[in-house]
């Protein structure tokens, strides 16, 4: 059976580094040939190309999450203008760090200046001490899980909207224009995380579920859960979830592998998936976006 590419993204790669996974090369490449990967993943039709956030890492964090966070809206920004039909996730927006209208601002014009290509990932975050850092623990921290739910009603009803309107505990607003907003009608919503909660999340109130850090076995077990809820049984629309491998794929040398771990992510639920390619060199990297292409499962 044909592999579908579209349902298929990368994540961008060099954007942030994994110190304890991410070898030299990925170390110092130049963002030319960051752009030069989007642009074949882009003609060869996968999906989606994605780039996560963080404002800054508290030295503490350093060896466990890294140092290097490309910030998504400029990283996206040069994407689009290089691009046709990729999308552009964000892997994820920490909810807590921005107000939902800024968002929808910034976000919405992106969407704007892409045609329509911006899917919102979007996560209540972890990390205290970046919370802190921004000024914004204590009350802000603890309650930041309430505060992304009425953050997510909030967004659902400023996005694509020129006069936004929304009165919900937390956030509150009224009697104002952005222009531009975003083109599309209903920008989709992936919440991040690797909790039943962000599940829960993800069925009540977005569009998709893209955790991190699980096992294909855990994440199958939480989504099969999930679909015997009562939520579930209330969704009107199909939920995504987009799934990403617990180890980086190599198709160009182990294909069989690659694709025995491609069939197992379909099983356990997955309708996308976000691939991180074991490369060695840019070329090495293109190579891997095209083996993949080309494989059968």
């Given at each position: ?39 074949v ?7 989606h ?5 963080h ?23 040069y994407f689009?203008?290089?691009?046709t ?6 892997a ?10 800024e ?14 290509r911006?899917?919102l990932?979007?996560g ?7 919370f802190?850092?921004l000024?914004?623990?204590g009350a ?11 953050a ?18 937390y ?12 083109v ?9 995380g690797?909790?039943g ?30 679909r ?35 069939r197992?992510?379909?099983?356990a ?29």
């Amino acid at each position: 059976m044909s592999l579908e590419i579209s349902k298929f993204g990368i994540v961008a790669p060099g954007t942030s580094l994994t110190p304890s996974l991410d070898g030299e090369w990925i170390r110092n490449i130049p963002f030319n040939e960051m752009a030069q990967i989007v642009t074949v993943a882009d003609r060869l039709g996968y999906d989606h190309v994605s780039c996560a956030e963080h404002i800054g890492v508290p030295s503490g964090e350093a060896d466990r999450r890294g140092t290097r966070y490309y910030d998504p809206l400029a990283t996206f920004g040069y994407f689009a203008a290089i691009t046709t039909k990729i999308r552009f996730t964000t892997a994820v927006l920490v909810l807590g760090y921005h107000h939902p209208l800024e968002i929808a601002k910034r976000y919405g014009t992106l969407d704007a200046v892409s045609g329509g290509r911006l899917n919102l990932g979007l996560g209540v975050g972890t990390l205290k001490e970046e919370f802190d850092l921004l000024g914004l623990g204590g009350a802000e921290f603890t309650e930041r899980g309430a505060r992304a739910d009425d953050a997510l009603c909030a967004l659902r009803a400023s996005l694509g909207q020129s006069k936004p309107e929304y009165h919900g505990p937390y956030y509150d607003f009224s009697g104002l224009t952005i222009d531009p907003c975003a083109v599309q009608h209903h920008i989709p919503l992936w919440i991040g995380g690797r909790t039943g909660r962000s599940l829960r999340r993800a069925v009540e109130l977005g569009d998709g579920w893209m955790p991190f850090g699980l096992s294909i076995e855990e994440m199958a077990k939480m989504i099969a859960f999930a679909r015997t809820t009562p939520a579930w049984a209330k969704l009107t629309k199909p939920l995504d979830f987009v799934l990403p491998p617990p180890e980086r794929i190599d198709p160009v040398a182990r294909p069989g592998q690659a694709a025995d771990t491609i069939r197992a992510m379909f099983a356990a639920g997955a309708t996308k998936l976000t691939l991180s390619f074991s490369a060695t060199s840019t070329g090495h990297y293109l190579e891997q976006l095209e083996g993949l292409a080309a494989l059968t499962l």
